[in-house]
């Protein structure tokens, strides 16, 4: 059975920096690739950034560039999200994802989830 378990969000002020991690079981993660949505409230789910399986390829939606970081540790089987220099505009639910293929930033292309983990950036 597949698990996918984000942690580390939080309530922090604009400008301070927090770590998502999401821990996989069931699944091994060298041979996935991994990603971050988010969700605000009232808004759709959105892509974040993105780790391609077996490569250092890596993708981020434009305005998170320069400011988070995905990373990966196969042998811990979790995925990060690195988040420096948060916006009010951050604020959302982050959800971990994973796909058996190779690059995609389509919520619908991604085979398994997370239950998410809330960020509030506080102005």
């Known amino acids: 059975q597949v698990q996918l378990v984000e942690s580390g969000g939080g309530l922090v002020q604009a400008g301070d920096s927090l770590t998502l991690s999401c821990a996989a079981a069931g699944l091994p993660l060298s041979r996935y690739t991994m990603a971050w949505f988010r969700q605000a409230p009232g808004k759709e789910r959105e892509f974040v950034a993105v780790?391609?399986?077996?490569?250092?390829?890596?993708a981020y939606t434009d305005s998170v560039k320069g400011r988070f970081t995905i990373s990966r540790d196969n042998v811990k089987n979790t995925v990060y999200l690195q988040m420096n220099s948060l916006r009010p505009a951050d604020t959302a639910v982050y959800y971990c994802a994973a796909r058996g293929g190779v690059y995609s930033v389509s919520i619908r292309d991604y085979d398994y989830w997370g239950q998410g983990t809330r960020v509030t950036v506080s102005s």
């Open positions: 780790n391609v399986r077996s490569s250092a390829t890596v």
